[in-house]
């Protein structure tokens, strides 16, 4: 029953995301290790890209990992890291992009796109609620058609 529960309990830590900090990059300010991860957690790894550079094993990673415990060691508040790193890497580097001028297409559109949808949907359906389209049979076309299906006049 214990290697049991031993096992359960490993397998279960093991599916933990695991954050690829290496023990030598640890501040030892445990505030301002918190800070750093939570800065880490929000900048994206220019290699992975779809990683934060908390998560990423890469050496750019590692190194802005260094750069943002370095930045906060020297004083810098969370947002002066954040923009030092922008300015170096552009807001690319943000997982989480600045809602700004240039940014409004990005948080926009998938609104736009809905609106856009919605409305193709009510014209389609608009056009197609209106009825037959064409003009009506003639007499001699609706005898045929009769004809055709069996029908007696």
């Not at 990423?56 to 260094?66: G, H, K």
């Not at 370095?70 to 890291?81: F, I, M, P, Q, Y």
């Not at 037959?132 to 006049?153: I, M, N, W």
Request: net charge negative.
């Amino acid at each position: 029953m214990r290697s049991r529960l031993l096992a359960l309990l490993l397998l279960a830590v093991s599916a933990l995301p695991a954050g690829a900090v290496n023990p030598d990059e640890v501040l030892d300010d445990p505030a301002l290790e918190a800070r750093a991860r939570t800065l880490s957690a929000e900048l994206r790894c220019m290699v992975c890209q779809n990683q934060s550079i908390d998560d990423s094993n890469a050496e750019l990673a590692r190194d802005l990992r260094l750069l943002v415990r370095e930045r906060l060691k020297n004083g810098d508040s969370d947002a002066a890291v954040i923009d030092y790193v922008v300015s170096r890497y552009g807001e690319f580097v943000l997982l989480n992009p600045r809602l700004r001028g240039e940014t409004l297409l990005l948080w926009g559109a998938p609104a736009l796109l809905l609106v856009c949808g919605a409305a193709a949907m009510a014209l389609f359906m608009r056009r197609r609620a209106g009825g037959a389209v064409g003009a009506p049979l003639s007499t001699e076309e609706q005898a045929e058609l009769d004809r055709l299906l069996g029908k007696e006049p």
